[in-house]
Nanobody, 125 residues
Framework: VQLQASGGGLVQAGGSLRLSCVAS????????MGWFRQPPGKERDFVAG????????YYADSVKGRFTISRDNAKNTLYLQMNSLKPEDTAVYYC???????????????????WGQGTQVTVSS
C-alpha cells in the first residue's frame, strides 16, 4: 500500500483545512484508514479513524466536534476536514492504512505498517 497525503498549510486560529490521502496498491475498502499527528517534539498521536466496515468513526477527544473523517472508496481517498483549528493542532499529519488493524488497537501507531509521508499543518494564534 502507498499513501499520499496533501492539503496541509498555514491557517489562522479558527480557520479550516481539509487533508486528503490517496491510497494505492491494495483494495481501498479493505483498509482500516485513519489519521495521526505529531506535534513538534512530541509523540505521534491518533486523531481519527474508520472501522474496517467504514461504518464507525473514531476520534481523539481533543478533536471531537471539530474534525470530521470521511472516505470515498470510488476515489481511493481518505479525508480529514478540520474546522475551528487551534494553535495546539499544529503538527505533521499522517494518514495510515492497514488491512489487519482491529478496533481495539486502531488508536496505536504501532498497529499500522503503512504511513503516508506527512503533511504539515500550522495554526497561528
Amino acid at each position: 500500500v502507498q499513501l499520499q497525503a496533501s492539503g496541509g498549510g498555514l491557517v489562522q486560529a479558527g480557520g479550516s483545512l481539509r487533508l486528503s490521502c490517496v491510497a494505492s496498491g491494495l483494495t481501498f475498502r479493505t483498509l482500516v484508514m485513519g489519521w495521526f499527528r505529531q506535534p513538534p517534539g512530541k509523540e505521534r498521536d491518533f486523531v481519527a479513524g474508520f472501522s474496517r466496515s467504514g461504518n464507525t468513526q473514531y476520534y481523539a477527544d481533543s478533536v471531537k466536534g471539530r474534525f470530521t473523517i470521511s472516505r470515498d472508496n470510488a476515489k481511493n481517498t481518505l479525508y480529514l476536514q478540520m474546522n475551528s483549528l487551534k494553535p495546539e493542532d499544529t503538527a505533521v499529519y499522517y494518514c495510515v492504512g492497514d488491512p489487519t488493524v482491529i478496533a481495539s488497537t486502531m488508536r496505536l501507531s504501532s498497529a499500522y505498517h503503512t504511513w503516508g509521508q506527512g503533511t504539515q499543518v500550522t495554526v497561528s494564534s
